[in-house]
């Protein structure tokens, strides 16, 4: 029996997300109905924050939050080298410069210190910096409590870029709090893309505890248009609404939140079945011959991690430059594609990107490089079974060997 291709992510779609899409096609709204608020609210109780705006996706919902936190074409904000373009694109998207800070070497999230390295280049070249958008990388939470105090001595606002930690946790002060909670940021932001921990087929939403933001973003995702009497120049009739601020159409509708609150009712499921599997690649792993040339990337003291992502690094040998070691991870991807595993590079970082070569840079960014020449997104899904781990394991035991 040949063996089945393993992505490095998918989605889990079961009958019952099937039967809550139906009912909500044969219900009275497509679009803006109930479905939109119930899955809000849900999402909301699950993080912990007051207050959740769906949007059409993760990327509209850090362009909002950037907007709502102040971004403009007079200043700019701070994030991760290594991350998806859109967390840069959100500060970019409402007219501000996107610097990029350096990663932790260990754990590949940004940190306080080095978010304040990247301010320092900002500030250099006459700009202030308005936000910090931290991104939790593979699901692992950034040092928000920190990160927040950085924030308050730049009179700068945090997002927390959580489309990787839904349903993850960290620890400060004794205290254990929910990634997306708002407790140490000023907003957080989800993705509800495929791969992510569930899905409306694309989405997002923004968490926040500010109810005047959560008014704002509201008006935002849906053109800027408002129906509040209090709010409008004239009342001209039932009918009447009007425009008060150049927003976007970034709603997501009544179909998608139907699955996406089908989906939430699943997410503890997915979230051990994710920890068992990554566990089990852990085990794997710790293998002394593996260990000699990989290492699992490691989560942060105090983090319960989401495992979005399940990163593994080959270890550098004595002596070794980054360009052998990034041969090394290729060689690798190119033995697991063979066998029909389909890994992933998280990601190339977004300094190497045309459009944000100019992106002012907090230092030389070697960890984002470094990091990005010897990663790889091993398969991790909550359908996955444990034969598929043991089998990608296998395949990175022979590779190890040749
Ligand atoms: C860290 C991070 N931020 C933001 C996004 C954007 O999310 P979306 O694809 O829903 O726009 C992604 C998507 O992959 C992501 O990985």
Redesign the pocket.
């Known amino acids: 029996m040949t063996p089945r291709p393993l992505p490095y992510g998918r989605q889990c779609i079961e009958e019952d997300d099937v039967q809550a899409v139906t009912d909500a096609l044969r219900g009275d709204w497509l679009t803006q109905g109930p479905g939109v608020a119930r899955f809000e609210e849900a999402l909301a109780e699950r993080c912990g924050a007051p207050y959740a705006v769906a949007v059409a996706?993760?990327?509209?919902?850090?362009h909002l939050s950037s907007m709502v936190a102040g971004v403009d074409t007079q200043n700019g904000g701070i994030t991760s080298a290594m991350?998806?373009v859109?967390?840069a694109n959100g500060i970019r998207y409402s007219g501000g410069v996107a610097a990029l800070a350096d990663i932790d070497p260990d754990t590949a999230i940004v940190t306080a210190p080095t978010l304040s390295v990247a301010a320092d280049e900002l500030q250099k070249q006459g700009i202030r910096a308005r936000v910090l958008v931290p991104?939790d990388?593979a699901g692992a939470v950034a040092d928000l409590p920190a990160i927040a105090d950085l924030a308050r001595r730049l009179g700068a606002r945090v997002i927390e870029?959580a489309?990787?930690s839904l349903g993850a946790t960290y620890r400060h002060e004794g205290e254990v709090y929910r990634a997306g909670s708002c407790t140490h940021s000023d907003f957080a932001?989800l993705?509800?893309?495929p791969?992510?921990h569930l899905t409306t087929i694309?989405?997002?939403a923004i968490l926040t505890r500010d109810e005047g933001a959560y008014r704002q973003l509201l008006e935002l995702r849906s053109h800027g248009i408002t129906r509040d009497p209090a709010r409008m120049s004239k009342n001209d009739g039932p009918w009447y609404q009007e425009q008060t601020a150049m927003g976007y159409h970034y709603r997501l509708g009544d179909v998608p939140c139907a699955l996406g609150l089908s989906q939430l009712k699943k997410l503890d499921r997915f979230l051990s079945r994710r920890r068992a599997l990554a566990a089990r690649y852990d085990a794997g792993l710790g293998d002394a011959a593996l260990r000699a040339t990989l290492e699992p990337l490691p989560v942060r003291h105090g983090v319960s991690s989401a495992y979005h992502l399940y990163v593994l690094r080959t270890r550098a040998r004595p002596g070794e430059g980054l360009s052998a070691l990034a041969d090394r991870r290729r060689a690798l991807y190119h033995r697991l594609l063979a066998a029909e595993i389909y890994t992933q590079v998280h990601y190339v970082p977004v300094h190497h990107h045309p459009v944000h070569h100019d992106a002012p840079r907090g230092g030389s960014l070697s960890a984002a490089e470094h990091h990005y020449s010897r990663c790889l997104s091993l398969p991790l899904y909550p359908d996955m079974r444990d034969e598929d781990v043991d089998r990608v394991l296998e395949v990175l035991a022979e590779a190890g060997a040749s």
């Open positions: 996706s993760g990327t509209a919902a850090l991350t998806f859109a967390s991104v990388y870029d489309a990787h932001i993705s509800f893309h791969v992510k694309e989405g997002g």
